[in-house]
């Protein structure tokens, strides 16, 4: 089922999700399971699986010489779909980034999502490698996730690259795309990036996840910013508890997000990690507590993995 229609049958009741990364290459699937296990009580009607572009590796040849070769260390986006979806009997969105993939592996990708049941897909550009200053289109690929979001909408109007098919059969993906309450790291500005977004949605974009934020004012913001520039899908908070002391340097590195002072303020006294991720799940809960009080649609946790915070979170709330 869609993640709209999800939304629409939840009459106003706020919905549990959360995301999960593939496990790395060579690695078992059933730690992805152990973390999904404990998460399922609170009934998510969908679980996001993420992406991963592909990255240099170097191989040590062993005569002092090293052999860069690329590669995607967590393959299997839609298999885990799949996978997910077969075990717990859940909708999965898979994450489909414009970033390592010509549009022509799109489209296999999104034929493999049709046939395999998966209705909804997070369109998403993926960000530069590595070794890269700025993000650049694969070659035969898309440059903005806005033009990924015009291929998974023609495909759901029966139209497939080189228009060499005549296609009686048209997918039907519900869409989702990121949004960015404090604006995405590359913007000019936040109301310029506002643009950005509501070109994703008039290109058929169907939801909106946020980036994570830990004022909840930011995200009241945004949410009033995109309805006033004529953005009127559902805007689904992303909400991330802290686990580590160097999320405090990090995250505002990464993500080009700004920390509160007292949450700062808290970790900063914490003299150990286990502390910090218990300040971590506190922050969550309280913003949880105002983000559901307020009426979102769904309250979606990053879980980069590991999810016995989660679990202490919506244990409080769900
Ligand atoms: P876009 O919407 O294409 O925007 C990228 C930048 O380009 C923005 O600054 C925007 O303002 C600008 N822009 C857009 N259109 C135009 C235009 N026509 N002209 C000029 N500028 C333009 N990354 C992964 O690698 N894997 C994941 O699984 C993943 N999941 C994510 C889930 C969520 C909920 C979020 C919020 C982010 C996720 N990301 C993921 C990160 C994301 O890929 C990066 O933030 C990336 O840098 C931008 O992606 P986007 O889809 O927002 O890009």
Redesign the pocket.
């Given at each position: 089922m869609k993640v709209t229609d999800h939304i629409k049958n939840a009459n106003g009741k706020t919905l549990f999700s959360f995301?999960m990364i593939p496990p790395k290459k060579g690695n078992n699937i059933q730690e992805l399971y152990n973390n999904i296990d404990p998460l399922m009580e609170f009934k998510p009607p969908f679980i996001d699986v993420?992406?991963?572009?592909e990255q240099y590796v170097y191989i040590d040849k062993g005569n002092g010489l090293l052999d860069r070769k690329i590669t995607r260390m967590r393959p299997g986006t839609v298999g885990i779909c799949a996978a997910i979806k077969h075990k717990y009997d859940v909708d999965t969105v898979p994450?489909v980034?414009?970033?390592g993939f010509s549009k022509e592996e799109t489209e296999y990708l999104l034929v493999d999502c049709h046939y395999l049941g998966i209705d909804n897909v997070?369109?998403?550009?993926?960000?530069a490698m590595s070794h890269q200053k700025y993000?650049e289109a694969t070659n035969g690929g898309h440059q903005?996730?806005?033009q990924l979001v015009g291929q998974i909408q023609n495909l759901n109007c029966g139209k497939y690259l080189h228009d060499v098919l005549e296609a009686d059969h048209k997918s039907d993906f519900c869409i989702g795309?990121?949004?960015?309450p404090e604006k995405?790291?590359?913007?000019p500005s936040l109301q310029?990036?506002l643009k950005?977004?509501k070109?994703?949605v008039e290109a058929g974009a169907d939801y909106v996840?946020?980036?994570m934020f830990f004022d909840n004012a930011k995200y009241f913001e945004f949410v009033k910013a995109a309805k006033d520039s004529g953005i009127h899908v559902p805007i689904i908070p992303?909400i991330k508890p802290i686990a580590v002391k160097r999320h405090l340097q990090l995250l505002p590195q990464v993500f080009k997000i700004d920390l509160p002072e007292i949450l700062i303020d808290e970790i900063e006294k914490c003299d150990n990690n286990a502390k910090v991720r218990q300040v971590g799940i506190e922050w969550a809960i309280q913003q949880s507590k105002e983000l559901l009080d307020a009426g979102a649609p769904v309250l979606h946790y990053y879980s980069m993995g590991k999810s016995d915070n989660i679990e202490a979170i919506a244990s409080k709330l769900f």
């Open positions: 995301e993420t992406t991963s572009r994450h980034l414009c970033g997070m369109a998403l550009r993926g960000d993000f903005y996730a806005s795309v990121a949004g960015y995405h790291i590359e913007a310029t990036d950005r977004l070109e994703k996840v946020t980036q992303g």
